[in-house]
Nanobody, 119 residues
């Protein structure tokens, strides 16, 4: 079965880069044109926020509000993709999720990883 697992730093300092990696098992991130690989976050007490997406050929798209600070990369040998959010502030504190995106919306999600940006 398809499973996604996030790993992250737990704590980062303001102005640093927040990096989170999603390990995918049960599906290849390179071989299905109908599937995208997505980053979402949920700040404390707030709703879900879409961050960006990676498609099967490695093209990336990011939220306009975060685009200038966001990079998404992949390691095809490890079947992993990663989020890099630069110049973070306490407002970037959130649970960060990876998920599989399909035509109808988001399917399989990882469990999420808490990342706190200290003040």
């Amino acid at each position: 079965q398809v499973q996604l697992q996030e790993s992250g730093p737990g704590l980062v300092k303001p102005s640093q880069t927040l990096s989170v990696t999603c390990s995918v098992s049960g599906a290849s991130i390179t071989k299905n044109s109908d599937i995208d690989w997505v980053w979402i976050r949920q700040p404390p007490g707030k709703g879900l926020e879409w961050i960006g997406v990676l498609d099967y050929v490695g093209a990336t798209y990011s939220s306009p509000s975060l685009k200038s600070r966001t990079s998404i990369s992949r390691d095809t040998a490890k079947n992993q993709f990663s989020l890099h959010l630069r110049s973070v502030t306490p407002d970037d504190t959130a649970v960060y999720y990876c998920a599989r995106g399909e035509d109808y919306g988001l399917g399989i999600w990882g469990q999420g990883t808490q990342v706190t940006v200290s003040s």
